[in-house]
């Protein structure tokens, strides 16, 4: 009751400073359509410089990154990292600004569970291991792992999903004939029967199991609009 009197009152001083009501409702239609406007443009730039992995990373291209505008930038950079690690908000202003600057130099960054890297041509964005290591749950009929992976399979009592690790993969010796990174099919499922590895249906160790991404994470250009 007191935090809505005092808006009111604050109300009625910026009504008297020619910021009123509808003053301040006719700004946020014109910012919402503004912001619109920089999603489609940001979606627009993707679809040129931006392609997914089957382990979930996000690739862009460096080059093509750094040619557009500082705001197109940072909205990729955001929208990849929020793509990767399942999360509905962006990372702080300053933190996502100082990892847009380094990998756009050539270096790497850590940032809200992924890692941002520099690798020649272009900037990959993954799943950090240290962001899902303790993240174990009981492999069942279909089991929704670390947000964005559907995981079936023969399951049996006593199994559970954790991330590979790099103990798993080197259980899993055709790991580089899948053609994805290392770095990244660390943090990828793996179905585990305490110390033993079941499977690892991403890194190319099926035995029965899949990995499937959720319907809303298959697409990146997509995340960028319905975010």
């Avoid at 679809?47 to 505008?69: C, F, K, Q, S, Y």
């Avoid at 940072?74 to 990292?81: N, Q, Y």
């Avoid at 900037?123 to 009981?138: D, K």
């Avoid at 792992?145 to 991330?163: K, L, S, Y």
Wanted: glycine share 8%.
């Amino acid at each position: 009751t007191y935090d809505r009197v005092r808006m009111r009152r604050l109300l009625d001083r910026l009504e008297d400073e020619g910021l009123g009501r509808g003053t301040l409702a006719r700004t946020a239609a014109r910012m919402q359509r503004a912001a619109e406007a920089l999603e489609r443009r940001a979606a627009d730039v993707a679809r040129g410089l931006a392609t997914m992995t089957a382990a979930g990373d996000v690739i862009l291209d460096r080059d093509a990154l750094a040619d557009v505008e500082a705001d197109t930038q940072l909205r990729l950079l955001a929208a990849a990292i929020r793509h990767v690690a399942s999360q509905d908000y962006r990372p702080r202003a300053d933190a996502l600004e100082a990892t847009l600057d380094r990998v756009l130099a050539g270096g790497a960054s850590t940032l809200a569970g992924c890692r941002i890297e520099a690798e020649g041509a272009q900037v990959r964005v993954f799943r950090e291991l240290a962001a899902v290591a303790s993240l174990s749950l009981p492999a069942g009929h279909a089991t929704i792992w670390d947000g964005r992976w559907r995981i079936t399979g023969p399951a049996v009592p006593g199994q559970d999903i954790r991330a590979l690790g790099e103990a798993g993969i080197l259980e899993c010796p055709a790991w580089r004939d899948t053609g994805l990174s290392r770095a990244s099919l660390l943090a990828t499922p793996a179905i585990w029967q305490g110390s033993a590895l079941i499977a690892a249906p991403v890194a190319g160790r099926t035995e029965g199991w899949s990995a499937e991404f959720l319907p809303d994470r298959r697409d990146f250009v997509t995340s960028l609009i319905t975010h």
